[in-house]
């Protein structure tokens, strides 16, 4: 992640089966992955760039797969790709 590398989180199972708590989770402790690894990434990033003045370039996608259809979650409601 850190050394130039691309990185992908993915989550696949049944309706129900418990995808989006894992990736998303909760409120304090109860958060899921994404949040607590975006959390430490840009921690390390702020560390980085104070101590030795790095530049980082941070791109994020957030894909749903249904029904074979692609659909960009961080887009707003409504908006066309």
């Known amino acids: 992640l850190f050394k130039g590398f691309s990185t992908c989180m993915f989550a696949y199972g049944q309706t129900g089966a418990g995808k989006t708590h894992t990736v998303l989770g909760g409120k304090g402790e109860h958060r899921g992955l994404l949040p607590r690894v975006l959390g430490e ?20 996608s957030y894909l749903e797969i249904y029904n074979e259809a692609v659909r960009d979650l961080l887009l707003p409601e409504g908006r066309e790709p």
């Open 41 to 60: 990434a840009f921690r390390f990033i702020d560390d980085a760039h104070s101590d030795k003045g790095s530049t980082f370039v941070c791109k994020v």
